[in-house]
């Protein structure tokens, strides 16, 4: 079971640097990461993203991923990311990964104009050292888990089954 965390920050800087911690401690083997982005919300409103996929190799989830959840959290296809109309395609099979309403919620206030987050995927990790090392960033963290089923009904709509 993967899980999907949201870390919160009043700047894109913070966020950008927690990305970068995060990236080293996965070379250190303490996190293993799916993929993980930083999301900016400016102050008209638009979405930005910068994913990491130079940092998690072969098994990046992808921009058709990252423009899926961001369409479905944020209610919006995000420009580069979302391909061809594949957020829309996904989101009209009904597939939700399981994300309640209040988490959709959250992680809006967080990136809410001005603000930014860390999103990641993560498959497993050693929560005491990962606290630790992002402990001196602060932020507001959220977290959901994405079932095996949720995952696998995903991976196979993104590969168009």
Not at 70 to 95: E, N, S
Not at 103 to 128: C, H
Request: charged share 25%; aromatic share 6%.
């Amino acid at each position: 079971m993967s899980e999907l965390i949201v870390i919160g920050y009043d700047d894109e800087a913070t966020a950008e640097r927690v990305l970068d911690e995060v990236q080293d401690l996965q070379k250190e083997y303490l996190i293993d990461l799916d993929d993980a982005a930083v999301v900016k919300r400016n102050e008209k409103g638009k979405l930005k993203v910068t994913t990491s996929t130079h940092a998690t190799g072969a098994g990046a989830l992808g921009g058709a991923f990252w423009g899926f959840l961001f369409g479905l959290l944020f209610l919006v296809p995000v420009a580069g990311l979302a391909i061809g109309g594949i957020v829309g395609a996904l989101m009209g099979k009904g597939i939700d990964l399981g994300i309640k309403g209040d988490f959709k919620e959250q992680v809006g206030e967080l990136v809410a104009p001005g603000k930014s987050a860390v999103m990641m995927v993560i498959r497993k990790s050693t929560p005491d050292k990962v606290l630790e090392g992002l402990k001196p960033y602060g932020g507001t963290v959220l977290r959901t888990s994405l079932s095996h089923d949720d995952e696998e009904q995903l991976v196979e709509a993104l590969a168009g089954k």
